[in-house]
């Protein structure tokens, strides 16, 4: 049986979107889907109508809580409603910060929410999209979590049981979990989250961004300690994330793409409170719903 072209043209759209590093205009979706412009107007229209997309004050098109709602009826879908991305937006105008909000069931994590900086993108995982992920990754919802779901999440390396119990401690101390590069890396994640940002979604071949992102995110793999993070001088910072509750769980993460090779101690804290007051907001909201 053949396929229907118009419901492919849909498809197509949405997983455009949803790879898209950014909102996108309609002649730039009408360029990658294939179809004339006029066409994707009519498209997006009607996913508009649905909640399936929005569009932003540029006029520029991004999922919307319609997909994310899709995900099940414990909340998923909240993460993309317009009170939540106004405290995103607000956390962004606040630090200059991109920001994610992320999905954790299992060891999967799904992006929900995603709000860029005007000065710098957040390179790495689309709207929709998902990832295995295991330790360091996602200590801010593991702290919370089980024994046994931390045992999980930290692997059977022997190296990492020590470690993962501080880190652990740390976040539970701090309200957040902070992440660096390889101390000789710490100047690459910032030119690779530059080169990212200047030449935009839309200008780099899909391969060559994947690849560069794969980078980036391997050098932003290594926690901090609160004991670390209290250093008096600067320190890179690649990411910081705060568990965000629902009905008393941590299932989400939020997450700041600080992505700077020094950050002052000051600094570091001003970061860490702008975002686990977000944190505080959203999970607000999430048992408000």
């Not at 099940?72 to 409603?81: E, L, N, Q, S, V």
């Not at 991305?85 to 992320?102: F, H």
């Not at 295991?134 to 801010?140: D, G, L, W």
């Not at 560069?212 to 008096?232: E, K, N, P």
Request: charged share 20%.
């Amino acid at each position: 049986m053949p396929g229907s072209p118009p419901t492919r043209r849909v498809v197509d759209t949405l997983e455009h979107l949803a790879s898209a590093e950014a909102p996108c205009t309609i002649a730039q979706i009408a360029d990658a889907v294939g179809v004339a412009r006029p066409t994707m107007s009519a498209i997006l229209a009607e996913l508009d109508a649905a909640g399936w997309v929005e569009r932003d004050t540029s006029r520029a098109y991004r999922l919307g809580a319609g997909v994310a709602a899709l995900g099940g009826g414990d909340g998923a879908g909240t993460a993309m409603t317009p009170d939540i991305i106004s405290i995103l937006d607000d956390l962004v105008a606040a630090t200059s910060c991109g920001v994610t909000v992320s999905r954790l069931v299992d060891d999967r994590m799904t992006v929900v929410a995603k709000v860029h900086s005007p000065i710098r993108p957040v390179p790495g995982l689309g709207l929709g999209q998902t990832l295995t992920v295991s330790y360091p990754a996602v200590a801010a919802v593991m702290a919370w979590r089980s024994p046994a779901d931390q045992l999980r999440w930290q692997g059977d390396r022997p190296d990492n049981g020590d470690r993962a119990r501080a880190v652990l401690d740390s976040v539970r101390e701090l309200g957040y979990a902070a992440y660096r590069p390889m101390s000789s890396d710490a100047s690459l994640v910032e030119s690779l989250a530059d080169l990212l940002s200047a030449v935009g979604p839309m200008l780099i071949d899909p391969a060559v961004r994947r690849t560069a992102t794969r980078q980036l995110a391997g050098l932003t793999s290594r926690a901090y300690l609160s004991d670390d993070l209290a250093a008096d001088e600067a320190l890179p910072v690649s990411y910081l994330a705060a568990p965000i509750f629902h009905h008393g769980e941590a299932g989400y993460e939020l997450q700041l793409g600080v992505l700077r090779s020094a950050v002052h101690p000051r600094e570091r804290a001003e970061f860490g409170l702008a975002l686990t007051e977000a944190a505080t907001r959203i999970s607000a909201l999430l048992d408000a719903a």
